[in-house]
């Protein structure tokens, strides 16, 4: 599974991507301690912070997703949240992942999405 994240400071959108895998089988208690460790790993400022300072709740499951809320109470007190979409299994036979990730660019530089998170298996 790739995973990348995407960012806009300034008008600039910032894509990196983790080598972490998310199991998307799991229940949401089990995949929460996976995405928090994935945040970790992609937010450099967000490494050191203890796990208790994250909450993931399910926005929503569609057909071929699994749409989540990731809220950040950051060393300096803010509450921050990123989204993470989930892919289904075997999605990408039907949706062309790639070009829905240019999509997402298009729309974060657009100022459409502020953070986005897609996971393609």
Not at 74 to 79: A, F, L, S, V, Y
Not at 90 to 113: F, G, H, K, P, W
Request: proline residues 3%; glycine residues 4%; charged residues 25%.
């Amino acid at each position: 599974m790739d995973v990348a994240i995407e960012t806009q400071d300034n008008g600039h959108a910032d894509f990196q991507s983790s080598p972490l895998t998310v199991e998307t089988s799991l229940s949401l208690p089990d995949m929460s301690l996976r995405i928090i460790e994935l945040c970790k790993d992609l937010f450099n400022k967000w490494s050191k912070l203890d796990n208790s300072c994250f909450s993931v709740e399910t926005v929503s499951g569609g057909i071929t997703n699994l749409l989540l809320k990731v809220s950040v109470k950051e060393e300096n007190r803010n509450d921050v949240f990123v989204m993470v979409r989930l892919y289904g299994p075997n999605t990408d036979y039907v949706i062309n992942r790639e070009r829905e990730l240019q999509y997402n660019r298009l729309y974060s530089l657009a100022a459409v999405d502020t953070s986005l998170l897609p996971l393609r298996d």
